[in-house]
């Protein structure tokens, strides 16, 4: 049994944690080059924290070029257990309004300019996606944003495009056909590359528009984005503040889903055709199984 070591990756509005106590700043380096900003640790209600802005101090880096490889890696170096992405979302469904928090439990990636994998030429791995967020995580944030009185909706499939544009009017409604719940630009390859460094994901995505989907409704715009983020800011602030209460008072075993132990067989390549140097960099990700 480990202690819980919560990494959260603040999206759009969320660029910091104001009640983190005994805060140290590091700016790691990875083989992968550095993440966003520098890793914010420290403790939140008994609870190891490490916080981490998405698009860095400033919002200075757009959807595709945030380096997911090195914030991931950078968790992992730092002893992170588990990660909780918290990101701003644009609603497909009429009944997730502006607003609302959903859990989301899947995804459809649609971005096409980002390194989405660990692993590549060299030596070569293939990790299970079915299922691709912690169901016990995403049930403890579940319970921690409805304390903080979120209205909640319980799953949802996230369409990740690449942006930093927002969706055509035919894209938006071509996503409501596929089944998709919400639409953002950050959760893939996220998840992804979570699940490759082995640890347990969540997404808490906030609804702050409706798209352009919505006739009776104005088409999204920066400016009407900007004001609902504010006040998701600080209900996932206080949202955060619920779940480390609860997960110092729950003991961190592994994941029902086995994730922790995704690489058991997925490195396909034999150890003798495996390239060198590429291993040497893996062992921060997988040295567990390598």
């Known amino acids: 049994m480990t202690a819980w070591k919560l990494g959260i990756i603040g999206g759009s509005g969320l660029y910091d944690i104001d009640a983190l106590e005994a805060v140290q700043s590091d700016w790691p380096d990875t083989p992968w080059g550095k993440p966003s900003a520098p890793l914010q640790s420290g403790s939140l209600n008994g609870v190891d924290l490490v916080f981490l802005p998405r698009h860095g101090l400033g919002h200075r880096l757009s959807p595709s070029d945030v380096n997911y490889r090195a914030n991931i890696a950078a968790l992992k170096r730092v002893g992170c257990t588990d990660i909780l992405s918290v990101s701003a979302v644009g609603s497909l469904q009429e009944t997730y309004a502006p607003g609302d928090f959903v859990l989301v439990d899947q995804f459809i990636d649609r971005t096409f300019k980002r390194q989405k994998s660990f692993f590549g030429a ?169």
């Open 122 to 290: 060299g030596c070569v791995a293939h990790v299970g996606l079915a299922d691709p967020v912690c169901a016990r995580l995403s049930a403890l944030v579940g319970q921690a944003a409805k304390a903080a009185g979120a209205v909640i909706h319980r799953g949802g499939t996230y369409l990740a495009m690449e942006g930093p544009q927002f969706s055509t009017r035919a894209e938006s409604h071509l996503y409501r056909a596929w089944g998709c719940d919400v639409i953002g630009m950050t959760n893939m390859p996220e998840a992804k590359l979570a699940r490759e460094a082995e640890l347990p994901y969540a997404s808490l995505a906030m609804v702050t528009d409706y798209d352009c989907w919505r006739a009776e409704t104005e088409a999204v715009s920066v400016e009407a984005v900007l004001e609902i983020l504010h006040s998701n800011a600080a209900r996932a602030r206080t949202s955060l503040s619920h779940l480390a209460k609860t997960l110092c008072e729950t003991p961190r075993t592994p994941s029902p889903q086995g994730i922790e132990r995704a690489l058991d067989y997925a490195i396909i390549t034999a150890p003798d055709g495996r390239d060198p140097s590429l291993v040497e960099s893996l062992k921060m990700i997988a040295g567990r199984v390598l």
